[in-house]
């Protein structure tokens, strides 16, 4: 069957594999840590070392916490596999109640909301609560749930170059004083480039900027950072001056959702006016048990945080040692190579060498700015990491 529409589908496609901009599913089994070509079956024969999850404290890919779970569900009162409905409706759960409760609890008692993803919450979200009066400043390089949130919302929206707070402030000195609410929004580790907002600076700026409100997106944060585990913004000690700080649970903590800790007042009105919340089926209560059962131990997971700390740090400093810089501060690192066609080529030499690494290319990333992004997790070894780089120094000499 022929239509226009078909026709241009397909010759943007054309274009985008002309470019190497191509996405198609992969063909892999993604194991626990591993990664097998789907035509391999599960044999672990040439099993790939998964360096492409964000399962930063190997949470997911931990057989033993998860048997240890499902053996703890026992006889449930409640459908554990589905919750029919949205949250206003029937898909309410003593899972959900329990989850925002221990959530709140551990954020020293602000309120907290989970929503069914990161994407959901971030383009839900800044749409409900901004208006005419608002102002959303945020910086260049944010997730896209947070640049679709930004484009559904009435806001008037400005953007500073990365980690520029120079550029932050001058923005906030010309246009603050126009609205009624100014919301800086950013990321505490960067998706993409591993790098880190700096909290105290932020902080200091909604001190001096009275209609200023902080927006962390810490889907990155969350598990890796933090005494307890509870991200960036804890470890740097100022929780109470982030008014609202997002943490996912499909990354570290190895589960689904993300919740937003706010004031109680936002999260009564996000129950009344943010679409992605009320129209969308609630989470199965099985995922949201499981989030608990996670957030119950993350504070008791600091080895795991210890170890992802030092074995990034193993990798920064020997690819430093090859001569390439990294912009990363964190577990999430990238190596720049430019263009795609070269992020493609060394992507596949690294799957060649064991480790299931993918070529990140625009729109995720700027033009020119293509990269293989390595995300590291707790259970990589040291001889893991020292056998990377030996692949990434052949890799990138052809
Ligand atoms: N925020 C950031 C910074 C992210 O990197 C992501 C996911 N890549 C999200 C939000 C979306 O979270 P989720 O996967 O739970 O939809």
Redesign the pocket.
């Known amino acids: 069957m022929t239509h226009p529409l078909y026709d241009r589908l397909e010759e943007e496609l054309a274009q985008l594999a002309e470019s190497d901009n191509l996405r198609v599913l992969p063909s892999a089994v993604f194991g626990h840590g591993y990664v097998h070509d789907v035509r391999h079956g599960d044999d672990t024969e040439g099993a790939m070392l998964n360096l492409s999850s964000n399962d930063y404290l190997s949470i997911a890919a931990d057989r033993d916490l998860e048997a240890r779970f499902l053996a703890s569900l026992g006889a449930a009162d409640e459908p554990l596999m589905s919750a029919s409905s949205s949250r206003l409706l029937t898909g309410e759960s003593n899972a959900y109640r329990e989850l925002e409760a221990l959530l709140s609890s551990l954020y020293g008692g602000r309120a907290a909301i989970v929503f069914s993803?990161?994407?959901?919450l971030?383009s839900g979200v800044l749409p409900a609560i901004s208006d005419a009066d608002t102002l959303i400043v945020s910086d260049k390089l944010v997730?896209a749930?947070?640049i679709d949130g930004i484009r559904l919302s009435g806001a008037t929206h400005k953007r500073f170059r990365h980690n520029d707070y120079g550029h932050l402030e001058h923005i906030l000195g010309t246009y603050a004083g126009e609205y009624k609410s100014v919301i800086v929004v950013t990321?505490s580790i960067f998706?993409m480039d591993g790098d880190r907002c700096d909290i105290g600076i932020l902080t200091d700026m909604r001190r001096r900027y009275p209609n200023m409100m902080l927006y962390i997106?810490e889907?990155?944060g969350v598990g890796a950072y933090g005494a307890q585990g509870l991200g960036v913004v804890q470890e740097s000690g100022l929780l109470d001056e982030v008014d609202m700080l997002?943490g996912?649970m499909?990354k570290a903590l190895g589960s689904?959702?993300?919740y937003l800790i706010c004031h109680d007042v936002v999260k009564r009105y996000l129950v009344n006016r943010a679409r992605p919340f009320i129209f969308t089926t609630a989470l199965p209560p099985v995922s949201l048990l499981w989030s608990r059962f996670v957030m119950e131990r993350l504070a008791g997971m600091t080895d795991r945080r210890e170890r992802l700390a030092s074995v990034s740090a193993r990798l920064r400093r020997g690819l430093e040692s090859l001569g390439h810089h990294t912009p990363s501060e964190s577990h999430i690192i990238p190596l720049i190579v430019g263009e795609s066609r070269k992020s493609v080529e060394l992507a596949r030499r690294l799957r060649e060498g064991g480790f299931y690494l993918l070529p990140i290319r625009p729109p995720t990333v700027p033009e020119g700015m293509s990269r293989i992004r390595i995300s590291l997790t707790a259970t990589v070894t040291d001889s893991q990491c020292d056998r990377l780089l030996e692949c990434i120094d052949k890799g990138m000499r052809g």
């Open positions: 993803s990161g994407y959901h971030n997730h749930s947070i990321e998706s997106d889907a990155h997002v996912t499909g689904t959702g993300a």
